[in-house]
């Protein structure tokens, strides 16, 4: 029977690779016998693609430099991505995920239970999933006095316990330190959560930060936000008092009805406030390594840095972010601020999202730079070195200096 070829592609290092699969004509899976194989591509690269010269667009007239360009466009831009084909199935890996989460809920409500018992009738101890950045979904114990306002509510991520458990730590054991770890981080008398309801007491701390939109497509319908090329502007609440949520409580579109405010002006006192309360700095990366070896020595670590994340010294590159590293990624759309650092370097730059805490600027006039190596790296460090909560994109940006404007490449 006659069918057409669907072909794998994927990067190992800077080798890229090739292979033909056909899928079963009943039901446009990839073949059973092939399908391990497929799993093995994606375990090798989770940004391999499965592209067809006749179903995919921008794959020209079917040229060798038609295709090759065809390719570079759907890997660059993560289209047509093997991992997300209806034709591929991930098997055990899939079920592995859905086993973890399984076993956290159940280890959680035991725990919910018992930690319930140990804190008396006067608490309100209950099992609470958290979306965080990135759809990224962490489960913890929401542990709060009876009769408080939600907001009051200390929350106690699981995964860290649970692995400890399985590590061999008792369960008695597990549930005396869930106790302490709630003592010790519950608000006494949080004045961020009394007032947080009248807007003249928030306004002058009302901030902004950087997300992707890829990825919190969810969140984004329930908060402010505005879109910035592929990212997405969204608003918060930096509390006083750095015990409470991580220091952050994110403003949402139910927040902007209590206050009786618009979004407008929300985004007009962030714009103020973010920079005040969040000044920028920008560093080198030789300054960079040479802080991080510093805490390094001070904390007994070994004098040196990893050979395969090490920026090679003297480096143009810097770092751009904030003086507290938290959300510093939000400092690229601080006015004035990359004017002000291309007039100092005489030239524009990219700008490659390492994070929602910062992004790193590379002096554009560098010849032996390239923009798909720049992407590329971009995706490996976010795939291997960046927790998946705080990746902020896999695209590449570029400053340009003579039109003053970010955009995307």
């Not at 016998?33 to 995919?56: K, P």
């Not at 904390?299 to 590159?317: A, F, I, L, S, V």
Request: proline share 4%; glycine share 8%.
């Amino acid at each position: 029977m006659y069918r057409i070829a669907w072909v794998a592609i994927w990067k190992v290092g800077r080798s890229w690779n090739a292979r033909a699969f056909w899928l079963n004509a009943d039901s446009d899976m990839i073949e059973d016998e092939d399908m391990q194989d497929a799993r093995d591509i994606v375990a090798a690269d989770a940004n391999a693609i499965f592209i067809n010269e006749y179903y995919c667009a921008h794959m020209g007239n079917g040229t060798v430099e038609d295709i090759v360009a065809g390719i570079r466009f759907h890997y660059g831009n993560g289209y047509n991505m093997l991992a997300d084909s209806t034709a591929y199935e991930p098997g055990e890996n899939l079920k592995k995920e859905e086993t973890i989460a399984m076993e956290i809920k159940d280890f959680a409500t035991k725990v919910s239970t018992e930690v319930k018992k140990e804190l008396g009738t006067g608490y309100e101890v209950g099992l609470k999933e958290v979306r965080k950045n990135n759809g990224i979904i962490r489960y913890g114990l929401a542990i709060m006095p009876q009769g408080q306002d939600v907001k009051a509510e200390t929350i106690i991520y699981m995964e860290e316990f649970l692995e400890a458990h399985v590590s061999g730590m008792p369960f008695r054991e597990v549930v005396r330190k869930v106790v302490g770890a709630y003592r010790q981080n519950m608000p006494e008398d949080c004045a961020d959560i009394r007032s947080f309801h009248i807007f003249e007491k928030v306004r002058d701390r009302i901030c902004f930060r950087l997300i992707g939109r890829k990825g919190n497509e969810e969140l984004l319908e329930d908060v402010p936000h505005a879109d910035f090329l592929d990212l997405a502007v969204c608003l918060y609440y930096a509390c006083q008092e750095e015990g409470l949520g991580g220091g952050i409580i994110p403003i949402r579109n139910s927040h902007v009805e209590m206050w009786g405010t618009k979004k407008n002006e929300l985004f007009s006192l962030a714009g103020r406030n973010t920079p005040r309360l969040f000044p920028w700095t920008c560093s080198s990366m030789d300054e960079v390594i040479a802080e991080a070896l510093s805490f390094e020595r001070a904390d007994g670590g070994e004098d040196g840095w990893p050979e395969d994340g090490m920026p090679m010294p003297g480096t143009q590159m810097k770092v751009l972010s904030n003086v507290k590293w938290v959300h510093g990624a939000a400092c690229m759309l601080y006015p004035g601020v990359l004017e002000a650092l291309a007039q100092e370097e005489g030239c524009g730059f990219y700008i490659l999202p390492s994070s929602v805490n910062e992004v790193l600027l590379l002096p554009d006039t560098d010849e032996t730079l390239a923009a798909d190596e720049l992407k590329q790296m971009v995706m490996d460090v976010n795939r291997t070195q960046v927790a998946p909560e705080e990746v902020l994109s896999d695209s590449l940006y570029r400053y340009d200096a003579v039109r003053k404007e970010v955009m995307k490449i």
